[in-house]
């Protein structure tokens, strides 16, 4: 069936540098690709999100990258900081179903 | 009170109890969710309703129960539950219904143990 593979599991980095999340989809119907941050005990946020007629979309030091003939799709955060420490789950959606990424738990160390 | 509310925020509850999970949306959304967060797991959907209309059923046990009475409020109905049913319960919306390819905006969430 459809599923999503997001890698990696656990990310730490320091303060100022940059962090990438990869996801993986299987589902060529897949067409919108969001991103979610969800702190701890808290409900999860958009981040950002990216349309299969789109490659790249960026929103100060978020940006979003998608390869639609490889399946797969990136976020990166460049000069990271404190607060960007959380898990960050990637979702792959279209008409019919949307299929989520297990989670990447960011650490940034300050 | 704006955005996604979810009452209770923390339930304990025996196998063989009855209880309602609630959802509330004040963003003047018409398409509401509930997902099922567990531990090392991607979220899972598992009910979608588009202006009080189901349209989506995820093959989710007939223990629970939702029920959209309006746009803006959701309720689960949980009976006789099983431990592996402790997990967190998102309730999230969507501005229209037109399939999975809108932002969605997430409540708090219910923490749910089964006993």
């Known amino acids: 069936g459809e599923n999503v593979e997001q890698h990696p599991s656990t990310l730490s980095v320091q303060e100022g540098d940059s962090a990438v999340i990869k996801c993986t989809y299987s589902?060529?119907?897949?067409?919108?690709f969001p991103w979610y941050k969800q702190e701890l005990g808290k409900r999860p946020q958009l981040i950002i999100d990216i349309r299969s007629n789109v490659g790249e979309k960026k929103d100060q030091r978020i940006a979003v990258t998608l390869n639609k003939t490889a399946k797969h799709f990136s976020l990166h955060i460049t000069e990271t900081q404190p607060e960007d420490s959380a898990v960050y789950f990637c979702a792959a959606g279209g008409y019919q179903k949307v299929t989520f990424g297990i989670g990447t738990k960011l650490q940034v160390i300050p | 009170e704006t955005g996604v509310t979810q009452t209770p925020r923390h339930l304990v509850m025996g196998m063989t109890n009855k209880k309602s999970l609630k959802c509330e949306q004040h963003l003047g959304h018409n398409a509401m969710y509930w997902y099922k967060q567990s531990a090392k797991k991607p979220l899972e959907l598992m009910f979608v309703y588009s202006l009080e209309e189901r349209v989506e059923n995820n093959s989710v046990p007939s223990r629970f129960s939702p029920e959209c009475p309006n746009s803006s409020h959701l309720f689960l109905h949980l009976h006789t539950l099983q431990p592996e049913d402790s997990a967190l319960y998102l309730c999230a919306s969507s501005q229209d219904w037109g399939g999975f390819n809108q932002p969605q905006h997430f409540g708090d969430g219910t923490r749910l143990s089964i006993l």
């Open positions: 589902d060529s119907a897949s067409n919108y």
